[in-house]
């Protein structure tokens, strides 16, 4: 066995079955069963008599052919489905959030939490040497609740 297969082979295995995966993902996704028919190709609405025969007919068009519409069509699926791991987090798997991983929004409400503690303590020392405050009372907003007010937009 040539050493560029050895290499390819020993170190690219998971990014080729990863790949592999995603089009076998593409090609069930774009072909359909259309009965009495056969299987229709969703791209571009040709029909074929088995799932075999479109999955050729997708590959030859993006690989071979390299015909627009399906090659913008599995560009947009291969970007979209190979960064879904990218995603995920990589303890649990639970994704919260645009993407964040589940540990990353504990942090961020961890270093929230302390954020507010320091500033409770901040406000606190700096109360503590002005105490005739607080026997002013704070003046209140009224509310507006229950008040009939005429509309006027229309």
């Known amino acids: 066995m040539p050493e560029a297969e050895r290499h390819v ?3 690219h295995c998971e990014d080729f079955e990863k790949e592999m995966k995603i089009w076998e993902r593409f090609c069930h996704t774009s ?4 009965p009495p028919f056969g299987w229709v ?10 799932d075999a025969d479109t999955w050729r007919h997708l590959g030859k068009e993006v690989y071979i052919r390299r015909e627009e519409r399906h090659l913008t069509q599995w560009h ?3 970007d979209r489905w190979g960064h879904e791991d ?3 987090c990589c303890g649990d798997g639970m994704s ?3 993407g964040l991983s589940f ?6 409400q961890e270093a929230s939490k302390r954020e507010d503690a320091e500033r409770d303590a901040k406000a606190m020392a700096s109360n503590k040497g002005d105490e005739s405050s607080e ?20």
């Open 76 to 78: 947009d699926k291969e």
């Open 31 to 34: 072909a359909k069963r259309q």
């Open 96 to 98: 919260v959030g645009g």
């Open 86 to 88: 990218d995603q995920e």
């Open 135 to 154: 026997d002013e009372p704070v003046p209140v907003p009224e509310a507006e609740i229950g008040r009939v007010k005429m509309v006027t937009e229309f």
């Open 41 to 50: 190709c969703k791209i571009c609405s040709t029909f074929f008599p088995s």
């Open 103 to 108: 540990e990353s929004v504990q942090r961020f």
């Open 9 to 11: 082979v020993a170190c």
